[in-house]
């Protein structure tokens, strides 16, 4: 990965302003053009294990360094990372995929389905309802355990869903809110030759999930 990806992002977080980013948009573009570019070397490689991704490309999948400030208190211009999901229909998409994001300190890889909607969200937990024990042995995979610690744990709920009997053994399950995994980077890590190599091992172990997750939404 570029190095300038870096450099951008540790500048844009000491001025999240509009007037020093109009006057380093050329230090954008390059930083964007490099994001984008790194996508679309990660895709065919995503593609051996995963072919949904092989209509999409680096622009398709990358988000806007913008940020919505409407209805937040913080008026900041920009947001202080890039990411990219990487999935069939691009960053549009409400079904399983692959997320990158890159922030000085603060880099991560993750997969699943994040802010599914209440239609998805039954679906999936159907699924979970049913298919438990699959489920867990997913989660529970030597190798999947070493990269990602189970479901990420933001914005779960502390009560089980109404739509299911409180007596499920495996009820915790289904408090999820995304269906989730992360695994954090180091700046080092980025910048490491083998860094391409290094992210499809990780989305690679991500999959089963993925392919869970999109029994559950497409059966």
Request: some cysteine; glycine content about 6%; overall charge positive.
């Amino acid at each position: 990965m570029n190095r300038i990806i870096l450099d951008f992002l540790g500048q844009l977080k000491e001025n999240n302003n509009r007037e020093w980013f109009q006057k380093n948009k050329k230090m954008y573009e390059e930083a964007k053009a490099s994001m984008e570019g790194f996508v679309d070397a990660l895709i065919p490689e995503i593609t051996l294990f995963d072919p949904s991704v092989r209509f999409v490309s680096g622009k398709d999948c990358l988000f806007r360094i913008f940020r919505d400030v409407r209805f937040s208190k913080d008026k900041s211009p920009y947001k202080l990372n890039m990411g990219a999901w990487i999935s069939g229909g691009g960053r549009k998409s409400s079904g399983p995929g692959y997320y990158l994001h890159i922030q000085p300190g603060e880099s991560m890889l993750a997969g699943g389905v994040y802010m599914p909607d209440p239609d998805q969200l039954k679906k999936i937990r159907q699924e979970i309802f049913y298919n438990a024990p699959e489920f867990k042995a997913i989660l529970e995979n030597k190798s999947a355990k070493k990269c990602f610690n189970g479901l990420s744990e933001w914005d779960k709920q502390k009560l089980p869903p109404k739509d299911f009997p409180r007596d499920f053994p495996d009820i915790d399950l289904l408090k999820f809110r995304h269906y989730t995994v992360a695994h954090m980077m180091t700046d080092k890590q980025l910048l490491e030759k083998d860094f391409v190599k290094y992210v499809i091992k990780v989305f690679g172990l991500m999959r089963p999930l993925n392919v869970f997750l999109d029994r559950a939404l497409n059966g």
